[in-house]
């Protein structure tokens, strides 16, 4: 579960979609290595606790970690071995559709985050895979075959993160 330095949205609970937490346990947790990876995002901070993933490796379960792209370079620095996949919308204009149409986003508030958006998508090639998110179960279908395609090349039977 990721921690977050932002306030919970109306629709999120503590511990169910994020752990919020002060900046200064932010702080905290990241001077004593216990962040696997984390990034700022939009004026607040993010990231994944190390403590949990290593458990899950460690007793032979497959992780998945839903990143942003600054998080997932740092995974790829300290696990090697991961498996990354880049979700990419079908379209810029799909992406910017999805986002007005959630309502949250002032205009220049969209405008920074589709900036954002073209710079991640630069960065497709740092990625194992790249999986188009047209409609979600077959974006999922995919993923799923990755996941199982990289068990069976790992030789493990478990998916590296």
């Given at each position: 579960?990721?921690?977050?330095?932002?306030?919970?949205?109306?629709?999120?609970?503590?511990?169910?979609?994020?752990?919020?937490?002060?900046?200064?346990?932010?702080?905290?947790?990241?001077?004593?290595?216990?962040?696997?990876?984390?990034?700022?995002?939009?004026?607040?901070?993010?990231?994944?606790?190390?403590?949990?993933?290593?458990?899950?490796?460690?007793?032979?379960?497959?992780?998945?970690?839903?990143?942003?792209?600054?998080?997932?370079?740092?995974?790829?620095?300290?696990?090697?071995?991961a498996v990354l996949i880049l979700l990419e919308p079908p379209t810029r204009e799909e992406l910017e559709r999805r986002l007005r149409s959630r309502g949250t986003e002032t205009e220049e508030g969209l405008a920074v985050r589709l900036a954002k958006a073209d710079w991640e998508l630069s960065q497709a090639g740092a990625f194992d895979h790249v999986v188009v998110n047209d409609r979600a179960e077959r974006a999922a279908d995919e993923v799923a075959a990755i996941i199982g395609a990289s068990a069976q090349v790992n030789g493990t039977g478990r998916t590296p993160t």
């Open positions: 579960m990721s921690v977050t330095t932002r306030v919970p949205r109306p629709s999120e609970r503590e511990g169910v979609d994020y752990v919020f937490v002060a900046e200064a346990d932010f702080d905290r947790m990241d001077a004593s290595g216990e962040l696997l990876e984390w990034a700022e995002i939009f004026g607040h901070r993010s990231g994944t606790p190390a403590g949990p993933v290593r458990e899950a490796l460690e007793g032979g379960a497959d992780v998945l970690l839903e990143l942003d792209v600054q998080g997932a370079h740092q995974v790829r620095a300290k696990m090697p071995d």
